[in-house]
């Protein structure tokens, strides 16, 4: 019987339908390889376990009792990505300068076309309160990959991705802020990821509201292109 599964990967979605309930956990690994460049020995699918923990490359894939279109999150890097991060830096002209930097986002910020695409954000992107914000305290807005959840790791999984001592430390910033937790990737995800992490249910602090890639804007840099 064949599957159709959907994988969510560097904020793409890539449909599989080639494989079969006969197929391994190593065979679907291979196919993404061929639509990501992601190494199978690299790759992190979160959400595939067997007796509750992750499903081992020759565990086939109608033991994991699949529904059809289930979505899965891959986490991985290519080499060549691996190799920009790890590797020296460049010996040239072309390294940027941070004053530079901030000459440049001085400029893009003011621009009509952004402060129109900013307005718009504002009037249209709808902000789902959690908690009230409370009297007197300030804002803290924190990312979730790279920052709360350790999104380059080899860990197996998602609450051995999260930051080390991470419930005491929104614990503590709760005290004096409100906090607020941002992605650049789409709400289900973001919630998906907090509810693992144990964030979105913690007694000890009270997240105010989230915002997702809706809430963000492109803006075009003559250096750096589209951002």
Not at 64 to 82: A, D, F, V, W
């Given at each position: 019987m064949s599957l159709s599964l959907i994988i969510k990967w560097g904020g793409q979605e890539y449909t599989i339908t080639s494989l079969?309930?006969?197929?391994?956990v190593l065979d679907l690994k291979q196919?993404?390889?061929?639509?990501?460049g992601v190494l199978p020995e690299r790759q992190k699918l979160l959400g595939l376990k067997m007796k509750g923990k992750p499903?081992?490359?020759d565990v086939k894939l109608g033991a994991?009792?699949?529904?059809?279109?289930?979505?899965?999150?891959?986490?991985?890097?290519?080499?060549?990505?691996?190799e920009d991060v790890l590797g020296p830096p460049p010996d040239n002209d072309d390294v940027v300068n941070?004053?530079?930097?901030?000459?440049?986002?001085v400029e893009v910020e003011n621009r009509e076309e952004n402060l129109l695409k900013i307005s718009r954000r504002v009037k249209e992107y709808k902000v789902e309160i959690l908690n009230p914000p409370r009297e007197g305290k300030k804002l803290l807005v924190l990312d979730v990959d790279y920052t709360l959840f350790d999104h380059r790791s080899c860990a197996e999984t998602g609450v051995e991705l999260m930051r080390p001592y991470l419930h005491e430390f929104l614990t503590s910033a709760y005290e004096d802020y409100d906090i607020v937790i941002w992605s650049a990737t789409n709400m289900k995800w973001i919630e998906a990821k907090m509810?693992?992490?144990g964030v979105s249910t913690n007694a000890?602090?009270?997240?105010?509201?989230m915002l997702d890639?809706?809430?963000m804007i492109t803006v075009h840099t003559p250096r750096r292109g589209l951002i």
């Open positions: 079969s309930e006969e197929d391994t196919s993404l390889k061929g639509l990501t499903a081992d490359d994991l009792k699949l529904k059809p279109n289930t979505k899965i999150m891959m986490m991985g890097t290519r080499e060549e990505s691996l941070d004053f530079d930097i901030e000459e440049e986002v509810k693992e992490l000890n602090y009270k997240i105010t509201f890639s809706a809430a």
